[in-house]
T-cell receptor
Framework: GQQLNQSPQSMFIQEGEDVSMNCTSS?????WLWYKQDPGEGPVLLIA?????ELTSNGRLTAQFGITRKDSFLNISASIPSDVGIYFC???????????FGTGTRLQVFP | GAVVSQHPSRVICKSGTSVKIECRSL??????MFWYRQFPKQSLMLMAT?????????EQGVEKDKFLINHASLTLSTLTVTSAHPEDSSFYIC?????????????FGSGTQLSVL
């Protein structure tokens, strides 16, 4: 099945550091979403982006919908231990309900 | 916020048996539900789209006779893995969309870990 390219694959950072991850696609998406998944759980929506160029924040998280509509990034500022988990981007094609997920970024935060 | 309940959270079965997984929208009516499969350390892959009152739409490469989907009501969709084999062992996740056509109305269940011995 189709997947989005997400990088980096994993990150090991110290508490307090900022984090940046991105997602790219060869297809244009109507909507970009960012999710966090804890082990053994379903993904939880962090941020939703609906317009090209849109920049949206949710607390320490900031995400942007790329101008070309083929990419998105997620930044986490001042990371804390509970930020540990796997982050997935997801793109939604125009006029469908289907989500195409990225390959995931595994984040580990050390105190 | 809206809740999607998935049951069971974990199931272990013998090879050749069938397993049913339920996905319920607890406080909203879900016209559409989606079933995903996630292998260890991999991403979520869409298996099928379940529409209330009609046949499910399966993604390419997903066997409809092996993964039976029933969406008999606006709050319940079931996925039955028939004649399960060890290679079917995976984390299965459902999501549900309500009537509002926005992405914030798409909610995920907590997943079912299937282990086939």
């Amino acid at each position: 099945g189709q997947q989005l390219n997400q990088s980096p694959q994993s990150m090991f950072i110290q508490e307090g550091e900022d984090v940046s991850m991105n997602c790219t696609s060869s297809s244009i998406f109507n909507t970009w979403l960012w999710y966090k998944q804890d082990p053994g759980e379903g993904p939880v929506l962090l941020i939703a982006l609906y317009k090209a160029g849109e920049l949206t924040s949710n607390g320490r998280l900031t995400a942007q919908f790329g101008i070309t509509r083929k990419d998105s990034f997620l930044n986490i500022s001042a990371s804390i231990p509970s930020d540990v988990g796997i982050y997935f981007c997801a793109g939604q094609l125009y006029n469908t309900d289907k989500l195409i997920f990225g390959t995931g970024t595994r984040l580990q935060v050390f105190p | 916020g809206a809740v999607v309940s998935q049951h069971p959270s974990r199931v272990i079965c013998k090879s050749g048996t069938s397993v049913k997984i339920e996905c319920r929208s607890l406080d909203f009516q879900a016209t559409t539900m989606f079933w995903y499969r996630q292998f260890p350390k991999q991403s979520l892959m869409l298996m099928a789209t379940s529409n209330e009152g009609s046949k499910a739409t399966y993604e390419q490469g997903v066997e409809k006779d092996k993964f039976l989907i029933n969406h008999a009501s606006l709050t319940l969709s079931t996925l039955t893995v028939t004649s399960a084999h060890p290679e079917d062992s995976s984390f299965y996740i459902c999501s549900a969309r309500g009537f509002q056509p926005t992405n914030e109305k798409l909610f995920f269940g907590s997943g079912t870990q299937l282990s086939v011995l």
